[in-house]
Structures are given as structure tokens and as C-alpha cells.
């Protein structure tokens, strides 16, 4: 060999270096070669490694009195982009006054065979505690039995060799599928996703004081609203959370009992909090998107349909600018019975080409129990002056918008139109009362109840009224409105705009119509201030000899917008088209200078209107930290 090799470098030296380069070559596509490579020796054969397997989950469900939640919070559960099979479900109920255990039981038995195991613990009976004042009530021995279960879900993950133990209120909306990975990605010992509430109120705190109660910080608005966005330390984290079972210190965590230091209130998250601190484990919250929704906890004297309607509220909210919620596939769909709230009919007025809001607002509806008519709006962008002119249309001389100076709009035009046909119809069939809503709304939380209720104290007052707003633009804001005696949460109707919903007796729609409002026209939410005489520019009213409308309105107002001029997603119907008369001049104006729908200004303390009667879910309702 050596011979042979000194005799190839003195006849062909340049040869030499070209097997050199060839070999180098080879070595480096070896190298970069994603199959299979094959080795001079059979058994130098080699693939890629391939990649690791997901973490070990335990996903720990605790649920109580949850029929109401379990088909759409199940559903949220079962839709995580995770493998199922890298998912173990702990499963416990009990003290139940409905039917959770046999929904929970039913889901368990169609997933199973999904999800690597499934560990079931029902306790069918006693159906409450003791001293428990009602569902919503907590005494020391049901914080006492959430906690020793929650210890249960914490000491099986660790026997199973789990990597993580997530734990999640049977009300939590997890919306972000991917909430899961995410967590884990942000490599913490206890992190939760912030969730989203019709209020301030999230799963964290950013303060507590000195004896472990909440405290109100600065820092707490900014992360709720996502002004600040991340991953922060805080001293409390509740609701939907991911312990890292890897993590060495997760050996000193405990939901109980207590530590041996603990003195604070006895209440399920504070000592795990406390528990959190001993073994020096910081809770974070991450807000870098928006990860699922959750019900405002409601009070201690409230009861199943309370927080049912609560519930039910999350939905809706979470519909109103995200794909809807879908219930688990794997249960029966809720049954429902909508009805027509007392009211002779419930119009929603809805363009065709408008769909995504016609079936947002069904699906509202129906998750409400309430029926509708659905009325098809009338597209004033697709009227020409001829057919406008032939329905003897004219616009009110002198209008001009006034925050922008221009004349009708064709949008506008077909928002009048189409009230105006609802209130024909209502005499038509003459129809006692009625329910008119556009498809641009939000609902209040417990709104059918409390529109029911308005109704019947209206009806049983024998109050002479023609039209009641229920969402409306409070336009005066420098005095507050005359409050209805005897009613609850009602007030004379002052200066207001929009028409998101209001309900009209069939005298109302008698003299809007006797008005004769097309023959001088303008905005339908102008039109209606003049005719109840609360309208501030009084040569409009000049044109209208009767404006002897009885109004009034909802306080609190039951309905609000979707959107306001500038958020995503805001689109207007009625204010963006052209001029009425003129195809060629477009009123797509400087958005950042709109006044209109924008949200409703501040009132001033002087300018509440807090003579009014309250009722007792108007507390429930009442936003909470």
C-alpha cells in the first residue's frame, strides 16, 4: 500500500486532490441528506431522528351544577389542537342539582377510546352541602371538598408521570385552540392564559394585600385590556391554568391542605396562591392573544338560571367577533324553546347581502330562546333616483348632517325605509306591541329576563307609551332624564340616536306613519326625536305639526352596538354609500372625525339618571373586579 500510494502521488498528483474534493462532496451531502444513507457496511444505514413525542397532559375537570356550560365548554376541550392521545382526562363530580353527571358520563364514554386514559369520580349524592345557602353559596366544607379534589387531580398526574397538569372551570370558553401548546412553549411552573369577561374581571390578580385578598393595582387595566401585552408575574392566577410537573419545585405545590404557615381566608385559590409563594414558584398570566372566555362569578344569593343566562351571555359575547362557539359533537344539542318574550311579534331587520350578521343574530336568538321575524332591509345603495322619486321621497329641506355637513345619505335612506315597512306592517296586522331590532347588536346579560320583566311592569302600570328604546346614543348629557315612577329601569326618553332596537305600541306606529315622513325626509334616529319634541335643531321640527310621541327608555339600556366607528371589523350601512340624490358623491368620510357612532359620550355624575328603579338583576349584571 505504501508503495502504491507513492507511486500514484508521482504519476498523478493532480488526481489525488480530485478525490479529495469528490470525498469532501460526498461527506457533505451525507450530511445534509434528509433520507435514508447508505453506509459502505450494511449496517451503517441510518435515518433522522425523529421527533419528540408531545408532552404528557392531565387535563383535571371539576364540575358542579354545569349542565348549562357542559356542551360548549366540552366542546372547547375536545377541539384543542393537542393529541388526544398525550391527553389524560381526572373527571370529578358531585352535589349536583342537575343533569352534569349523566352529560359528563355520556361525553367520558364516547371519548375514551380518544384520549390516552380517563380517571371518573361522580358523587351523585348529597346534592348540597351543608349551611350551603344555595348553589352560588360557599362554605368552608365545599372550598374544603374542591380543594382535597383538586390535590386528588394533582397527586394522580404525578403517579401517572405526567409532565403537565392543567386545570379548567367547567365555564371556561377556551377559544384559542392552541392555548395549550402555547402555554407549555412559555416554559413556566404555573402560567395561565388571560380570559376575557363581559367586565374588568379576568383569571389574575395583580395585587393582593398583606391577609391575601384581591387589591386594586394600576398595572391590572392595562394587561386586561392589552395595552401591555405578555407574560407577567403576578401573585394569583385562577380558573384555567398550567402547572409544569417537570419542574422541581411543582413537588412543593399543594391545592391541600393548607400550608402550615397559612392564616388567610379559607378559599381554594388563595391557598393554593399561598402554597405557590412557600415553595417560591411565581404565577405568570400571558395576554399575547386572546385564549378563551369565561362568566363574571356571580353572587352568593343568585341562582342555576342566573348563571345559566350568565353563561349563555359568554357565548353571545364570544360570537359577536370571533367564529361562534360550537357544542361538544359528542352530546345532544340543548333543546330550546324560543318564544316571542310577551311581545306580538319580534322584527329584525337584516340586508340579504348582509348574511354573516342575519346568521349571527339567529344564532343569538335562538341561544335566547327568543323567535323572530327576519324583515329584509331595503338596500338604498341599489335604489337610482327614479325609484326614489316614484315613492315620493324628499328630503327635509335644510338637513345637513351635523357632524359633517352633508345631505341624506343612500344608506341612511334604506334604514328609514326599512323601519318605516316595519311600522306598516304593524298597523297592517295591527299588532299591540312589538320588538324591533337591526342585526348590528350586542346583548345585555340577562336580557330576555329583563325585558320580559320591563314589559309586564309596563303592561300591569297601565303606562301610555308609544315607542321605548332599549339601545339607543344619549345625545343630552347635561341633565339627567325624568325616571318612570313605579317602573323599574325606565326614564322619559330625551334626545337620543340610533334605532338598535326599541319596542312600539301600534298607536306609535300609527302616528310615526301619519307623520308622513317621506315626503320630508330625514335619518330615522333624527326623525324619531323630533316626533317625541326633544329635538335640540327646532326648524326641523317646524316641519312636523304633531310630535305628541310618548317615548321613554330602558336604564340601563338593554343592547349596544357591535362595533364603534374605528374598532376592527366596523362597518356602516347607512353613513358610507353616497348622496341620496347623487350617485356621484360618495360620503366615505374621514372615519377618525365621525361623531356618530362613536360610543356614547360621558355622562356626568350630575347628568345619571339615578333616580331611577333598579332591579335586583341589574346588581348581578353589574361589572365586577
Wanted: glycine fraction near 4%; hydrophobic fraction near 40%.
Amino acid at each position: 500500500m505504501t508503495v502504491l500510494k507513492a507511486t500514484f502521488h508521482r504519476v498523478c498528483p493532480s488526481s489525488a486532490m480530485f478525490i479529495r474534493v469528490i470525498w469532501f462532496v460526498w461527506t457533505l451531502l451525507s450530511v445534509l441528506n434528509t433520507g435514508a444513507v447508505l453506509g459502505y457496511f450494511h449496517e451503517e444505514r441510518w435515518s433522522p431522528e425523529s421527533p419528540l413525542l408531545a408532552p404528557r397532559v392531565v387535563i383535571a375537570l371539576i364540575c358542579r351544577n354545569s349542565e348549562h356550560s357542559l356542551p360548549y365548554f366540552l366542546g372547547t376541550i375536545e377541539r384543542l389542537n393537542y393529541p388526544k392521545d398525550r391527553i389524560a382526562l381526572w373527571v370529578a363530580t358531585d352535589h349536583n342539582a342537575d343533569n352534569t353527571t349523566y352529560l359528563l358520563r355520556d361525553w367520558l364514554i364516547n371519548v375514551q377510546k380518544l384520549y390516552h386514559y380517563v380517571e371518573w369520580r361522580p358523587l351523585e349524592k348529597p346534592r348540597e352541602y351543608p349551611d350551603e345557602g344555595g348553589p352560588k353559596n360557599w362554605p368552608n366544607v365545599r372550598y374544603a371538598h374542591v380543594m382535597k379534589l383538586r390535590q386528588a387531580a394533582l397527586e394522580s398526574a404525578r403517579e401517572m408521570w405526567a409532565d403537565y397538569l392543567m386545570i379548567a372551570d367547567c365555564d371556561n370558553l377556551l377559544t384559542n385552540r392552541d392555548v395549550l401548546w402555547k402555554m407549555i412553549k412559555e416554559n413556566k411552573t404555573i402560567i395561565a392564559p388571560m380570559l376575557e369577561s363581559r367586565a374588568a374581571y379576568s383569571n389574575f390578580w395583580c395585587g393582593m394585600t398583606s391577609q391575601g385578598y384581591y387589591k386594586r393595582t394600576p398595572a391590572y387595566i392595562p394587561m386586561r385590556k392589552q395595552v401591555r401585552k405578555g407574560c407577567f408575574a403576578v401573585p394569583m392566577v385562577h380558573s384555567t391554568f398550567l402547572i409544569d410537573l417537570r419542574k422541581e419545585a411543582s413537588r412543593l405545590l399543594a391545592f391541600h391542605p393548607p400550608h402550615s404557615d397559612y392564616s388567610w381566608a379559607f378559599d381554594d385559590i388563595i391557598v393554593f396562591a399561598f402554597s405557590a409563594r412557600m415553595a417560591e414558584v411565581q404565577m405568570f398570566v400571558c395576554n399575547k392573544e386572546t385564549y378563551g372566555y369565561f362568566p363574571v362569578p356571580l353572587r352568593s344569593h343568585n341562582t342555576l338560571q342566573d348563571e345559566a343566562d350568565s353563561f349563555i351571555h359568554s357565548v353571545l359575547e364570544v360570537n359577536v367577533r370571533n367564529p361562534p362557539v360550537e357544542p361538544s359533537r359528542y352530546l345532544p344539542a340543548p333543546v330550546k324553546k324560543p318564544d316571542k318574550i310577551g311581545f306580538d311579534e319580534v322584527f329584525m331587520i337584516n340586508l340579504q347581502r348582509r348574511t354573516d350578521r342575519r346568521e349571527r343574530m339567529l344564532r343569538a336568538l335562538y341561544e335566547q330562546e327568543i323567535d323572530c321575524k327576519v324583515v329584509a332591509a331595503v338596500d338604498g345603495k341599489a335604489m337610482n333616483v327614479s325609484e326614489i322619486h316614484d315613492l315620493g321621497i324628499h328630503m327635509l329641506p335644510g338637513y345637513s348632517d351635523p357632524y359633517h355637513g352633508r345631505p341624506l345619505t343612500k344608506g341612511e335612506l334604506g334604514c328609514f325605509l326599512s323601519h318605516y315597512n316595519v311600522w306598516k306592517e304593524i298597523v297592517e296586522r295591527g299588532l299591540k306591541a312589538s320588538l324591533v331590532i337591526e342585526d348590528d347588536l350586542r346583548f345585555e346579560v340577562f336580557f330576555k329576563r329583563r325585558l320580559k320583566n320591563l314589559l309586564s311592569e309596563v303592561q300591569s302600570e297601565g303606562l301610555d307609551w308609544d315607542l321605548i328604546y332599549i339601545g339607543r346614543k344619549r345625545m343630552q348629557v347635561d341633565r339627567p332624564e325624568k325616571a318612570v315612577p313605579n317602573i323599574h329601569n325606565l326614564v322619559e326618553a330625551d334626545y337620543s340616536y340610533w334605532t338598535l332596537g326599541y319596542m312600539i305600541s301600534l298607536q306609535g306606529a300609527k302616528k310615526l306613519l301619519k307623520a308622513e315622513p317621506l315626503s320630508k325626509m330625514l335619518p330615522v334616529d333624527e326623525f324619531l326625536p323630533i316626533m317625541f319634541n326633544k329635538h335640540p335643531v327646532s326648524d326641523y321640527m317646524e316641519h312636523f305639526e304633531n310630535r305628541d310621541l310618548k317615548a321613554f327608555s330602558a336604564e340601563p339600556l338593554l343592547v349596544y352596538p357591535t362595533h364603534y366607528t374605528g374598532e376592527p371589523g366596523y362597518i356602516s350601512d347607512t353613513e358610507t354609500s353616497t348622496v341620496w340624490d347623487n350617485e356621484t358623491v360618495r360620503t366615505d368620510w374621514d372615519r377618525k372625525r365621525s361623531r356618530k357612532t362613536h360610543e356614547q359620550a360621558e355622562i356626568s355624575t350630575e347628568a345619571q339618571n339615578s333616580d331611577v328603579l333598579q332591579s335586583p338583576l341589574d346588581s348581578t349584571a353589574r361589572d365586577e373586579l
